[in-house]
C-alpha cells in the first residue's frame, strides 16, 4: 500500500496463517493444489498463494494478483488475506465500490481486522463520502491510536468536511508525537487557509519551507504565494510564485499568481504576460481569457478586450465577459448598448451590487440623475447593505 500499513508479520515472514478456514474435502486450487492430505500442506500453500498476490500487487500486476487470491477464495470464501487482497486490487484498479464490498466481507467474518479497515476508510474517502470513512478510521485508532498514518487522514478527512475544531486537534496530536511530520504540517497550512486564517497558514507552509529549504515541493512555494496574494501583500508572492516558474515554467498555478498579483498591484500590463502564457496553454480557458479581457480594458486597449471577451462567451455565457462588454460601451460612450446589456445581467443575478454600479454610472454619465438614484434604490430595496452604493447615493443627493 506504499506509505500505508504494511502487512502482518506472519505474511511477510512466511507463517502460517491465521483465521484461514481449510475445507480437505475441495480438493487443488485451479490445479496447483493437488488433493490434500493434511491441513497443514493445504495452509502452506495457501499462505504462498497469498503471499505471492502480495507480491504480485506491489508489483502493479494487479491481474496476476487476483488469480492469487481468488484461487484462495474458491478454497476458503472467507480467507481474510485473500479477501483484503481483493480489496486492495480493486482499489489500485479505480474501482471503489467493488474494494468496498471484499473490506465489507472480509469485516463481517474478521470483525476489526485493520487491513480492510484501513482500505474500506480509503475507498470511502475516494468516493468523497468523508463522514463513513472517519468513522471507520475512528474503528481503526481503537486498536492502533498512535497510527500517525491514520491520524493524518482523519484530520484530513475532518478538513475536508470542514469540521475545523476536530481536523486541528488531530494534526496538532500528529505534531506532538512527531514534530515535523509533512501531512500534518501542510494539512494545517490547507485547513488555515480554507478557513481565510492566511497568517496561520502561511505559519505553517513557512514552517515547511524551513524543513526543506533546498528542495521543497513547488506546491509549497505556490501555497505561501497564494498567502500573500490573498493578504494582498503582492510583492512577496510575486517572490515566491517567481521561484515556483524557475522549477516549472508552466506551473498553471504559479503563472496565475504572478498575473493576480500584478493585476492587485495595478500593473495590469505585466499581468497579461502570465494570463497569455496561461492561453498559450489552454486557449479556451474562459476566466482566464476575461481577465485578460479585463487587463485589455485597464490599459485603454478596447479592442483586445472586446476580443478577448468574445472568444470567452464563444465557449460559453459569462456574466463577467458580458459586464466587461459592456464597460467598454460605456467607455466608449455607446450607453444604450451598455444599459441594455446590464439591464439583462441584472435580471440574472439581481443580488450583485457591481452591475447596478455600473448601470447607475451609464446614467449618471447620461446626466440623468435621477434615474441613477432610481437603479441604486431598486438595489438597497432588497435589504442589502453596501458601503460603495450608499457612497453612489451620496454623491447623487449631493
Known amino acids: 500500500m506504499g506509505d500505508e500499513l504494511e502487512r502482518n508479520s506472519d ?10 478456514r481449510v475445507n480437505p474435502g475441495l480438493g487443488g486450487i485451479g490445479g496447483s493444489l493437488g488433493v490434500v492430505e493434511n491441513e497443514d500442506q493445504e495452509i502452506e500453500e ?25 484461487k484462495i477464495l474458491s478454497v476458503d470464501d472467507n480467507n481474510n488475506y485473500a479477501l483484503v487482497g481483493m480489496g486492495d486490487a480493486s482499489r489500485k484498479r479505480g474501482n471503489f465500490r467493488d474494494a ?22 480509503d475507498c470511502y474517502k475516494a468516493l468523497n463520502q468523508y463522514h463513513k470513512a472517519i468513522e ?18 482523519v484530520a484530513d478527512a475532518y478538513r475536508k468536511v470542514r469540521d475545523f475544531k476536530h481536523s486541528k486537534t488531530i494534526y ?26 492566511y497568517r496561520d497558514a502561511l ?54 499568481g504572478l498575473a493576480d498579483c500584478y493585476r492587485g498591484m495595478n500593473q495590469q500590463h505585466r499581468s497579461l504576460e502570465y494570463w497569455n502564457r496561461i492561453l498559450e496553454q489552454d486557449p479556451r480557458n474562459k476566466v482566464i481569457l476575461t481577465r485578460a479581457g479585463d487587463a485589455y ?27 466587461g462588454l459592456a464597460i467598454v460601451a460605456k467607455a466608449l460612450s455607446k450607453y ?15 443580488k450583485n451590487y457591481r452591475l447596478y454600479l455600473e448601470l447607475a454610472d451609464c446614467f449618471f454619465r447620461k446626466s440623468e440623475r435621477y434615474k441613477a438614484l432610481e437603479v441604486l434604490e431598486e438595489f438597497q430595496k432588497q435589504g442589502i447593505r453596501n458601503t460603495y452604493i450608499l457612497d453612489f447615493i451620496e454623491k447623487l443627493k449631493a
Open 203 to 256: 505559519f505553517y507552509w513557512e514552517k515547511m519551507l524551513e524543513s526543506n529549504k533546498d528542495n521543497v515541493d513547488i506546491r509549497v512555494l505556490t501555497s505561501i504565494g497564494n498567502c500573500h496574494r490573498k493578504l494582498k501583500t503582492f510583492e512577496n508572492g510575486i517572490d515566491y510564485f517567481e521561484k515556483a516558474l524557475r522549477r516549472d515554467p508552466y506551473n498553471f498555478y504559479a503563472l496565475f
Open 336 to 350: 444604450e448598448e451598455a444599459i441594455a446589456s446590464l439591464r439583462r445581467l441584472i435580471q440574472q443575478d439581481p
Open 100 to 121: 468496498v464490498n471484499y473490506y465489507q466481507r472480509c469485516l463481517a467474518c474478521h470483525p476489526g481486522n485493520n487491513y480492510a479497515l484501513f482500505g474500506l476508510a
Open 136 to 153: 471507520i478510521w475512528e474503528q481503526y485508532l481503537q486498536h492502533d491510536d498512535k497510527n500517525i498514518t491514520v491520524l493524518t487522514r
Open 297 to 323: 480594458r485597464s490599459i485603454g486597449d478596447y479592442d483586445q478586450a472586446v476580443d478577448y471577451y468574445q472568444r470567452a462567451l464563444n465557449i460559453e455565457f459569462d456574466t463577467y465577459a458580458v459586464l
Open 172 to 197: 496538532l496530536q500528529v505534531l506532538e508525537m512527531e514534530a515535523w511530520n509533512p501531512y500534518a504540517i501542510i494539512g494545517l497550512g490547507h485547513l488555515h487557509y480554507d478557513f481565510k486564517e
Open 11 to 20: 505474511l511477510e515472514s512466511g507463517g502460517k496463517l491465521p483465521n484461514t
Open 46 to 70: 495457501i499462505s504462498e498463494l497469498s503471499k505471492r498476490g502480495y507480491q504480485l500487487l506491489k508489483e502493479d500486476r494487479v491481474a496476476d494478483a487476483v488469480d492469487c487470491f481468488n
